[in-house]
């Protein structure tokens, strides 16, 4: 499993957003970005899949998704994880899996 892999990201911006809603701040767009410290030096096009994935769940809200030629476009409003998206991250053995590996790798984040 690669830092990029899709997985990883998801955890990654999932716990992020978790972490931003327990502290009672607003996440920063440009963290979640791709070239940010959340997803990582990943294409455009790779982020707004996987945004599109997190959003078409319902594991978070304040993501719009525009599907145009069959690919989609995200955009920002105002993120946050939801409850189900909580419990994907404690209960999907996927998820577990990307944070061991951010933990042996130790590219995990403050917030992990």
């Known amino acids: 499993m690669g830092a990029d892999d899709m997985h990883v990201v998801m955890y990654k911006v999932l716990a992020y957003?978790?972490?931003?809603?327990?502290?009672g701040e607003e996440p920063q767009k440009s963290?979640?970005?791709?070239?940010?410290?959340?997803?990582?030096?990943?294409?455009?096009?790779y982020w707004d899949e996987i945004m599109a994935q997190l959003a078409?769940?319902?594991?978070?809200?304040?993501?719009?998704?525009i599907w145009a030629d069959n690919s989609p476009t995200?955009?920002?409003?105002?993120?946050?994880?939801t409850l189900?998206?909580?419990?994907?991250?404690?209960?999907?053995?996927?998820?577990?899996?990307?944070?061991?590996?951010l933990r042996e790798t130790k590219s995990a984040l403050p917030f992990v």
Do not use: H, W
């Not at 189900?84 to 944070?99: C, K, T």
């Open 17 to 23: 957003l978790y972490d931003c809603m327990k502290r």
């Open 56 to 65: 078409d769940r319902g594991l978070v809200r304040g993501v719009s998704v």
């Open 84 to 101: 189900e998206g909580v419990e994907f991250l404690q209960d999907n053995s996927m998820m577990r899996r990307a944070l061991k590996f």
């Open 31 to 45: 963290r979640l970005a791709p070239g940010g410290d959340v997803a990582g030096p990943i294409p455009q096009s």
């Open 74 to 81: 995200v955009v920002l409003a105002r993120p946050t994880v």
